[in-house]
């Protein structure tokens, strides 16, 4: 059985997603190029960097990045040479959020270094999530990042997202004690962590999965999901946390899905 792709790191999106031909279409045929191709081809050839680089920035082999180089410019020549439209969707990619290695300066990543958190006022509850890809991250101890929701009149008021540097259980509650959290909404998560966060006066609402906005909203509505014996007892790679539906580790798109593996 083959294995599934690791997904690939991207800086962006594709701003024009479709390119159509002008003139007498040949055929009904159409190309999709990959969002993981788009990035392949745009740092390579229009950012001009290395194989070697663009490996190190997608986070993929230097090999993955030759394959997929290769095919995505048989398909870009293959789309002008036959006249054929070509999409830009789908692919086993993720958001840099900032994380990535570029060489070059990365406006997201510049945003995140330098945002602080703001100042929470008097009337302010303070909900902050583990966070990854819009989704809720699934192992406490591991969050890079929290999206932190600032509600008033059980409105919200302010969104941010906040880089934790991956600091581990303790020092993430001390984190959050610091960012003033009132409640976290996680997917699993470890006693020793809860202990913590019980020290602190923070609420925990653990074994939660999907988006994070969602969760949010329906906290606010009185119809969050969560599991109050949730638990996360084991640390290896392969483990899974939280609710009934968490997968482990953070997720990726395939069309704004998940993906794993190792190529």
Same mark, same amino acid.
């Given at each position: ?23 007498? *279409?040949? @055929?009904?045929?159409?190309?999709? +190029? ?31 990045? @030759? ?9 870009? *020549?293959? @789309?002008?040479?036959?006249? +054929?439209? !070509? !999409? ?12 990535? @290695? ?94 913590? +966060? *019980? ?20 906290? +606010? ?43």
């Amino acid at each position: 059985m083959a294995r599934p792709s690791k997904c690939r790191k991207i800086c962006f999106e594709p701003t024009y997603d479709i390119f159509i031909p002008q003139g007498i *279409a040949t @055929s009904n045929e159409q190309i999709t +190029l990959t969002v993981d191709e788009y990035e392949v081809i745009r740092i390579i050839d229009l950012e001009k960097l290395t194989h070697a680089q663009a490996s190190k920035q997608m986070d993929i082999s230097r090999t993955t990045v @030759s394959e997929i180089y290769e095919l995505a410019r048989y398909k870009i *020549a293959k @789309s002008l040479v036959h006249g +054929l439209p !070509l !999409l830009i969707s789908g692919g086993n990619y993720q958001l840099c959020q900032g994380k990535s @290695s570029c060489d070059k300066n990365c406006p997201k990543m510049n945003h995140c270094i330098n945002q602080t958190l703001n100042q929470k006022g008097v009337n302010i509850m303070r909900i902050a999530v583990t966070y990854n890809n819009e989704e809720i991250f699934q192992h406490f101890g591991h969050t890079s990042q929290f999206k932190v929701y600032d509600i008033e009149n059980n409105q919200i008021v302010n969104e941010q997202i906040i880089d934790t540097d991956g600091q581990g259980h303790g020092a993430l509650a001390t984190f959050l004690n610091n960012a003033k959290a009132d409640i976290l909404i996680c997917g699993g998560i470890g006693g020793g962590a809860q202990n913590a +966060l *019980a020290q602190a006066g923070i609420k925990l609402f653990g074994g939660v999965a999907g988006n994070a906005d969602d969760a949010v909203k329906a906290y +606010l509505s009185g119809a969050l999901n969560y599991n109050p014996n949730v638990q996360c007892n084991h640390h290896g790679e392969g483990h899974s946390c939280g609710g009934h539906h968490g997968e482990g580790h953070g997720q990726c798109h395939e069309h704004k899905h998940g993906c794993s593996g190792n190529n």
